[in-house]
């Protein structure tokens, strides 16, 4: 039913097997067996234990395990301290030391340069700044010149323009007197004017009618 | 399957975590980098931040890694040893690689030391992480004293017990 387990094993002292030629020998029930009849319905009694002993255990035990984990701990570090005051450690930890030196004396010098690079950048970058500033000023500069010449022409054109100023305006009103201006007049489509109330178109003849409109 | 979200989500894989080789000397404890988000001298920096900040933690969990954005005009990484000193590394307008191979080649440790260190290579080592649990897996030493016990003069237990003392 279970199969001959496998190897006839004696407890020995030495490290080679001795094979044992007489009958098989039951070192234990083949794992994937099922249980016997009369153990399947078995309740193992638990051991029961009082409260007070399970504490005074649990008490003794703790006590027992902490004592034996900081022992270890202790000699754990102990024997780490002796590795390294140990000779070869020691060259070791020199040999790293001089490496690491040497290595921060690389870093300083690429540090070097990378920050020659970026003065060289910027410097090119200040001066582009510099220029497009400049440039921008010059253009301000000539549009404000731009500005003031316009002006001037205007103000000169403004100025043509027959004003009347305190001392004109005595002969400016006795001009208007003067001269009263007629509205009575209307225009043709083709720009011929004609002046007064009762003028009939056909009684003026074609060589009077063109007149320029002043203004 | 869906996508993995995120920008370049291969970063959080434990393949791309794994493959690099920033494991930083034990002396060094705080990894600083100084860049800003704008402008064209800090793009290596933080490319390198990027890719390369989540592989260097995932290797060196003990050490603290920050971040600083936007504070200075130019970029530089500052690491902060045991003894107090401090590694100042300009890192204007250089590239990722170029930042990569310098931090590894200054801060980390060597290929040398790595491969000595590396458990599973050597098969002199026992334990979880290399080829073989016990040395009592290998053919020609002693077999699993759990299997077949030690004689009694090797064993401590009864080498040392005085049994008149107890």
């Known amino acids: ?58 008490r003794l035990f703790d006590n027992y395990k902490n004592s034996m984990k ?16 140990g000779e070869v450690a020691q060259m070791k930890h020199r040999l790293e030391d001089q490496e690491h030196e040497r290595l921060m004396e690389e870093n300083l010098l690429e540090n070097e340069k990378t920050a020659m690079l970026r003065e060289e950048r910027l ?17 301000k500069e000539r549009e404000a010149k731009q500005h ?3 002006i001037e022409d205007f103000l000169t054109k403004q100025m043509s323009t027959p004003f009347i100023k305190p001392e004109n305006i005595e ?18 489509l083709d720009g011929y004017v004609y002046r007064g109330k009762e003028t009939s178109i056909d009684m003026i003849p074609e060589e009077k009618r063109e007149r320029l409109n002043s203004n | ?3 993995m979200k995120g920008p370049a989500p291969i970063r959080r894989t434990m393949e791309y975590l794994d493959r690099n080789k920033l494991v930083l000397k034990e002396r060094v404890k705080i990894f600083s980098i100084n860049y800003n988000t704008k402008g064209e001298n800090h793009e290596g920096a933080r490319q390198f931040v990027f890719w390369h900040l989540p592989q260097l933690q995932f290797k060196n969990p003990n050490i603290q890694i920050s971040t600083f954005k936007n504070l200075t005009p130019s970029p530089f990484i500052r690491c902060y040893l045991e003894n107090g000193e401090e590694v100042l ?9 170029e930042i990569y191979e310098r931090v590894r080649r200054i801060i980390c440790k060597s290929e040398e030391t790595l491969k000595a260190e590396d458990k599973l290579d050597n098969p002199a080592n026992f334990g979880s992480k290399c080829q073989k649990h016990c040395i009592c897996e290998v053919p020609g030493q002693l077999p699993c004293p759990s299997l077949v016990p030690l ?16």
């Open chain 1, 123 to 139: 410097k090119i970058q200040a001066e582009k700044t510099q220029k497009n500033v400049l440039a921008s000023l010059i253009k």
């Open chain 1, 171 to 188: 002969k400016a009103i006795e001009d208007a007197l003067a001269n009263p201006v007629n509205f009575n007049f209307a225009l043709d």
């Open chain 1, 1 to 58: 039913m279970f199969g001959s387990s496998g190897s006839r094993v004696l407890n020995v002292i030495n490290i080679s097997y001795l094979q044992s030629r007489s009958k098989r020998v039951w070192v234990r029930k083949p794992l994937g067996s099922p249980m016997a009849k009369s153990k399947i319905f078995r309740i193992t009694p638990k051991p029961v234990i009082p409260e007070d002993e399970k504490a005074e255990m649990k």
């Open chain 2, 151 to 166: 004689p009694k003069s090797w064993r401590g237990k009864y080498k040392f017990q005085k049994p008149d003392e107890l």
């Open chain 2, 89 to 97: 590394m300009d890192v204007d307008f250089k590239s990722k690689d």
């Open chain 1, 70 to 85: 900081s022992l270890r701990q202790y000699f754990f570090e102990q024997s780490l301290k002796q590795a390294e005051s």
């Open chain 1, 148 to 150: 003031e010449i316009q």
């Open chain 2, 1 to 3: 399957m869906p996508f």
